[in-house]
């Protein structure tokens, strides 16, 4: 998984369309939901680990490559801190995504 989390810590869910509440349901055209959206879910989810590692590294004045990923927890190698993504979430949020 992209962010780093084990299998077993994803749960999917699945929300009524704004458009269309009253299906109660998002309508994907078939099997081409998945594999139409797979490549650009996949790199938002390596968008979304790297701002992550980006603001634990900020808050420890360390650069990212330092930091090691492995589920859901960020560690600075050469010292052992660790933060959770729920803890630096809000600051990762705050950071702009460099376009590539």
């Known amino acids: 998984m992209r962010l ?3 299998e ?4 999917l869910a699945q929300r009524a369309h704004p ?3 009253h299906l109660g349901i998002d309508v994907t055209g078939g099997s081409q939901g998945v594999r ?3 490549d650009y879910v996949r790199k938002a989810g390596a968008s979304a680990r790297q701002m992550l590692v980006a603001a ?6 360390a650069p ?5 990923v492995d589920r ?4 600075h190698r050469p010292t052992g801190r660790t933060l959770r993504y729920g803890e630096v979430a809000a ?5 702009r995504r460099r376009r590539r």
């Open 64 to 68: 990212p490559a330092e930091c090691a």
């Open 91 to 95: 600051a990762a949020a705050k950071w």
């Open 8 to 11: 077993h810590r994803v749960r």
């Open 56 to 61: 634990a590294a900020a808050q420890w004045k």
């Open 19 to 21: 458009a269309q509440p």
């Open 4 to 6: 780093g989390q084990g």
């Open 36 to 38: 139409g959206s797979q």
């Open 72 to 75: 859901g927890v960020i560690t």
